[in-house]
Protein backbone atom coordinates (compact mmCIF):
# COMPACT_ATOMS: atom_id res chain seq x y z
CA UNK A 1 0.00 0.00 0.00
CA UNK A 2 1.08 3.17 -1.11
CA UNK A 3 -0.95 6.91 -0.06
CA UNK A 4 0.92 9.84 -1.31
CA UNK A 5 3.25 11.95 1.01
CA UNK A 6 0.00 15.00 1.54
CA UNK A 7 -2.86 12.10 1.80
CA UNK A 8 -1.80 10.95 5.35
CA UNK A 9 -3.01 7.37 5.17
CA UNK A 10 -0.85 4.64 4.05
CA UNK A 11 -3.11 3.64 0.84
CA UNK A 12 -4.61 4.88 -2.48
CA UNK A 13 -7.82 5.67 -3.02
CA UNK A 14 -8.35 2.70 -4.92
CA UNK A 15 -7.56 0.53 -1.95
CA UNK A 16 -9.58 2.81 0.35
CA UNK A 17 -13.18 1.83 -1.26
CA UNK A 18 -11.56 -2.15 -0.65
CA UNK A 19 -11.18 -0.74 3.33
CA UNK A 20 -14.44 0.75 2.97
CA UNK A 21 -16.52 -1.90 1.91
CA UNK A 22 -14.85 -4.40 4.68
CA UNK A 23 -15.82 -1.85 7.71
CA UNK A 24 -19.30 -1.80 6.07
CA UNK A 25 -19.24 -4.47 8.80
CA UNK A 26 -19.88 -1.81 11.58
CA UNK A 27 -22.96 -0.71 9.64
CA UNK A 28 -24.10 -4.57 9.03
CA UNK A 29 -23.61 -5.02 13.23
CA UNK A 30 -25.41 -1.42 13.54
CA UNK A 31 -28.67 -3.20 12.02
CA UNK A 32 -28.36 -6.90 13.50
CA UNK A 33 -28.64 -5.21 16.60
CA UNK A 34 -31.60 -2.44 15.87
CA UNK A 35 -33.33 -5.39 14.29
CA UNK A 36 -32.78 -7.83 17.38
CA UNK A 37 -33.22 -4.98 20.20
CA UNK A 38 -36.52 -3.74 17.76
CA UNK A 39 -34.97 -0.06 18.05
CA UNK A 40 -36.07 1.09 15.11
CA UNK A 41 -33.51 2.85 13.26
CA UNK A 42 -32.16 0.14 10.81
CA UNK A 43 -34.25 1.89 7.90
CA UNK A 44 -33.81 5.38 8.62
CA UNK A 45 -30.30 4.82 8.95
CA UNK A 46 -29.91 2.90 5.83
CA UNK A 47 -31.47 6.01 3.98
CA UNK A 48 -29.29 8.13 5.92
CA UNK A 49 -26.12 6.33 5.07
CA UNK A 50 -27.31 6.07 1.19
CA UNK A 51 -28.17 9.91 1.29
CA UNK A 52 -24.85 10.57 2.96
CA UNK A 53 -22.50 8.89 0.96
CA UNK A 54 -23.81 9.71 -2.20
CA UNK A 55 -23.79 13.49 -0.91
CA UNK A 56 -20.29 13.01 0.61
CA UNK A 57 -18.81 11.54 -2.69
CA UNK A 58 -20.46 14.08 -5.03
CA UNK A 59 -18.66 16.94 -2.91
CA UNK A 60 -15.78 14.91 -3.00
CA UNK A 61 -15.78 14.82 -6.81
CA UNK A 62 -16.76 18.40 -7.06
CA UNK A 63 -13.67 19.16 -4.37
CA UNK A 64 -11.18 17.21 -6.65
CA UNK A 65 -12.29 19.49 -9.86
CA UNK A 66 -12.44 22.53 -8.26
CA UNK A 67 -8.58 22.02 -6.75
CA UNK A 68 -7.44 21.44 -10.38
CA UNK A 69 -9.05 24.93 -11.79
CA UNK A 70 -7.20 27.55 -12.29
CA UNK A 71 -9.51 30.01 -11.92
CA UNK A 72 -11.53 27.96 -8.93
CA UNK A 73 -11.94 31.71 -7.83
CA UNK A 74 -14.91 32.10 -9.44
CA UNK A 75 -17.01 28.91 -8.75
CA UNK A 76 -16.08 28.79 -5.12
CA UNK A 77 -18.62 32.04 -4.78
CA UNK A 78 -21.13 29.80 -5.93
CA UNK A 79 -20.31 27.39 -3.42
CA UNK A 80 -20.26 29.86 -0.52
CA UNK A 81 -23.95 31.60 -1.63
CA UNK A 82 -24.85 27.86 -1.68
CA UNK A 83 -23.65 26.86 1.67
CA UNK A 84 -25.62 30.09 3.31
CA UNK A 85 -28.88 29.55 1.66
CA UNK A 86 -29.20 25.78 2.25
CA UNK A 87 -28.32 26.80 6.14
CA UNK A 88 -30.66 29.22 6.21
CA UNK A 89 -33.77 26.87 4.42
CA UNK A 90 -32.44 23.94 7.36
CA UNK A 91 -32.35 26.21 10.32
CA UNK A 92 -35.75 27.76 9.10
CA UNK A 93 -37.60 24.46 8.84
CA UNK A 94 -36.13 23.49 12.25
CA UNK A 95 -37.94 26.96 13.68
CA UNK A 96 -41.33 25.77 11.25
CA UNK A 97 -43.31 27.38 14.22
CA UNK A 98 -41.97 30.89 12.78
CA UNK A 99 -43.67 32.13 9.88
CA UNK A 100 -41.13 33.17 6.96
CA UNK A 101 -37.64 32.16 9.93
CA UNK A 102 -35.73 32.01 6.77
CA UNK A 103 -35.80 35.83 7.17
CA UNK A 104 -34.32 35.69 10.01
CA UNK A 105 -32.25 32.38 9.48
CA UNK A 106 -30.41 33.47 6.17
CA UNK A 107 -28.90 37.09 6.69
CA UNK A 108 -27.74 35.84 10.54
CA UNK A 109 -25.92 33.25 9.39
CA UNK A 110 -24.56 35.37 6.65
CA UNK A 111 -23.26 37.61 8.36
CA UNK A 112 -21.57 36.16 11.44
CA UNK A 113 -20.08 33.65 9.25
CA UNK A 114 -18.44 36.48 6.96
CA UNK A 115 -17.15 38.53 9.67
CA UNK A 116 -15.59 35.61 11.52
CA UNK A 117 -14.16 34.39 7.96
CA UNK A 118 -12.48 37.55 7.24
CA UNK A 119 -11.05 37.97 10.38
CA UNK A 120 -9.51 34.72 9.53
CA UNK A 121 -8.09 36.24 5.69
CA UNK A 122 -7.07 39.10 7.17
CA UNK A 123 -4.85 37.66 10.42
CA UNK A 124 -3.69 34.35 7.93
CA UNK A 125 -5.24 32.07 9.44
CA UNK A 126 -7.11 30.96 6.61
CA UNK A 127 -4.83 31.13 3.19
CA UNK A 128 -6.63 32.19 -0.01
CA UNK A 129 -6.60 28.79 -1.32
CA UNK A 130 -9.30 26.66 -2.05
CA UNK A 131 -8.61 23.64 0.57
CA UNK A 132 -8.74 26.29 2.96
CA UNK A 133 -11.42 28.18 2.07
CA UNK A 134 -14.27 25.43 1.63
CA UNK A 135 -13.98 23.68 4.50
CA UNK A 136 -13.30 26.42 7.08
CA UNK A 137 -16.27 28.11 5.72
CA UNK A 138 -18.06 24.52 5.65
CA UNK A 139 -17.42 24.77 9.36
CA UNK A 140 -18.29 28.18 10.14
CA UNK A 141 -21.90 28.34 8.04
CA UNK A 142 -22.84 24.64 9.12
CA UNK A 143 -22.22 25.43 13.23
CA UNK A 144 -23.55 29.00 12.31
CA UNK A 145 -26.94 26.77 11.00
CA UNK A 146 -26.97 24.82 14.23
CA UNK A 147 -26.40 27.59 16.87
CA UNK A 148 -29.40 29.56 14.99
CA UNK A 149 -31.73 26.96 15.26
CA UNK A 150 -30.65 26.67 18.55
CA UNK A 151 -31.11 30.15 19.75
CA UNK A 152 -34.72 30.75 17.50
CA UNK A 153 -36.42 27.26 18.89
CA UNK A 154 -35.48 28.10 22.60
CA UNK A 155 -36.46 31.71 22.20
CA UNK A 156 -40.06 30.35 20.63
CA UNK A 157 -40.37 28.23 23.44
CA UNK A 158 -39.69 30.75 26.24
CA UNK A 159 -42.19 32.99 24.53
CA UNK A 160 -44.84 29.90 24.96
CA UNK A 161 -44.28 29.15 28.47
CA UNK A 162 -43.86 32.93 29.42
CA UNK A 163 -46.78 34.34 27.51
CA UNK A 164 -48.70 35.58 30.35
CA UNK A 165 -45.61 37.63 31.59
CA UNK A 166 -44.57 38.90 28.67
CA UNK A 167 -48.28 40.09 28.01
CA UNK A 168 -48.06 41.56 31.44
CA UNK A 169 -44.70 43.72 30.42
CA UNK A 170 -45.93 44.88 27.51
CA UNK A 171 -49.08 45.92 28.95
CA UNK A 172 -46.95 48.00 31.89
CA UNK A 173 -45.49 50.09 28.58
CA UNK A 174 -42.70 47.77 28.42
CA UNK A 175 -41.17 47.78 24.54
CA UNK A 176 -40.99 44.47 23.03
CA UNK A 177 -37.18 45.29 23.19
CA UNK A 178 -37.25 45.51 27.20
CA UNK A 179 -40.09 42.49 27.16
CA UNK A 180 -37.98 39.55 25.40
CA UNK A 181 -34.24 40.87 26.50
CA UNK A 182 -33.70 38.56 29.31
CA UNK A 183 -35.52 35.83 26.95
CA UNK A 184 -33.31 36.54 24.53
CA UNK A 185 -29.76 36.21 26.29
CA UNK A 186 -31.03 32.74 27.99
CA UNK A 187 -32.12 31.81 24.59
CA UNK A 188 -28.56 32.97 22.81
CA UNK A 189 -26.54 31.42 25.85
CA UNK A 190 -28.70 28.19 25.81
CA UNK A 191 -27.37 27.88 22.03
CA UNK A 192 -24.04 28.25 22.96
CA UNK A 193 -23.51 25.66 25.58
CA UNK A 194 -22.45 22.58 23.76
CA UNK A 195 -20.23 24.13 22.31
CA UNK A 196 -18.50 25.72 25.60
CA UNK A 197 -18.74 22.63 27.15
CA UNK A 198 -17.09 20.98 23.90
CA UNK A 199 -14.12 23.36 24.36
CA UNK A 200 -13.86 22.83 28.45
CA UNK A 201 -13.26 18.71 27.41
CA UNK A 202 -11.12 19.88 24.95
CA UNK A 203 -7.97 17.06 24.28
CA UNK A 204 -9.19 15.25 27.41
CA UNK A 205 -12.69 13.05 26.96
CA UNK A 206 -12.05 13.91 22.58
CA UNK A 207 -9.66 14.69 20.28
CA UNK A 208 -11.91 17.02 17.78
CA UNK A 209 -12.53 17.18 13.75
CA UNK A 210 -10.02 19.30 12.68
CA UNK A 211 -6.97 18.57 14.87
CA UNK A 212 -7.48 14.25 13.60
CA UNK A 213 -7.68 15.70 10.06
CA UNK A 214 -4.14 17.03 10.66
CA UNK A 215 -2.93 14.66 12.54
CA UNK A 216 -3.92 11.88 10.22
CA UNK A 217 -2.46 13.84 7.81
CA UNK A 218 0.73 13.95 9.01
CA UNK A 219 0.86 17.68 10.61
CA UNK A 220 2.75 18.37 14.01
CA UNK A 221 0.74 17.21 16.87
CA UNK A 222 1.51 21.29 18.17
CA UNK A 223 0.62 23.05 15.30
CA UNK A 224 -2.49 20.50 14.65
CA UNK A 225 -3.46 21.70 18.63
CA UNK A 226 -3.20 25.25 17.81
CA UNK A 227 -5.45 25.07 14.62
CA UNK A 228 -7.83 23.14 16.39
CA UNK A 229 -8.05 25.95 19.18
CA UNK A 230 -8.39 28.66 16.12
CA UNK A 231 -11.45 26.55 14.71
CA UNK A 232 -12.99 26.15 18.06
CA UNK A 233 -12.60 30.00 18.43
CA UNK A 234 -13.86 30.70 14.75
CA UNK A 235 -17.16 28.15 15.44
CA UNK A 236 -17.45 30.30 19.27
CA UNK A 237 -17.06 33.45 17.72
CA UNK A 238 -19.49 33.02 14.51
CA UNK A 239 -22.08 31.45 16.23
CA UNK A 240 -22.29 33.93 18.67
CA UNK A 241 -22.80 36.72 16.56
CA UNK A 242 -25.29 34.85 14.56
CA UNK A 243 -27.55 33.59 17.51
CA UNK A 244 -27.62 37.59 18.13
CA UNK A 245 -28.40 38.61 15.08
CA UNK A 246 -31.23 35.70 14.71
CA UNK A 247 -32.62 36.65 18.48
CA UNK A 248 -32.79 40.45 16.99
CA UNK A 249 -34.77 39.76 13.80
CA UNK A 250 -36.54 37.67 15.16
CA UNK A 251 -38.63 40.34 16.87
CA UNK A 252 -40.30 41.47 14.45
CA UNK A 253 -41.49 38.46 13.89
CA UNK A 254 -42.38 37.83 17.94
CA UNK A 255 -44.69 40.94 18.01
CA UNK A 256 -46.63 43.30 16.10
CA UNK A 257 -46.60 46.02 15.03
CA UNK A 258 -49.12 47.08 17.90
CA UNK A 259 -46.62 45.60 20.34
CA UNK A 260 -48.46 42.41 20.87
CA UNK A 261 -47.17 38.86 20.94
CA UNK A 262 -47.86 37.21 17.52
CA UNK A 263 -50.81 34.95 16.99
CA UNK A 264 -48.40 32.02 15.92
CA UNK A 265 -47.13 31.39 18.95
Known amino acids: MGGGILSGLPYTWEEGLVILGLTLVLFVLAIAVSIFKRIGIAKEYTIALIRGSV ?3 FTAGILYLLFEFEWWYYPIWLMLIAMILMGGYTSAKRAS ?31 SEPQFIIPLSGMVFGNSMTICSLALNRLIREFETNRPSLETMLSLGATPKEAMEEFARMSVKAALIPNIDSLKTLGIIFIPGAMAGLLIAGTNPILAAEYQIIVFL ?28 AEWI
Open 55 to 57: QLF
Open 97 to 127: KMPGAYKVTTPSILIGGTIVLLILWITGAMP
Open 234 to 261: MILCGGLITSLIAVYLARGMLFTKAYQI
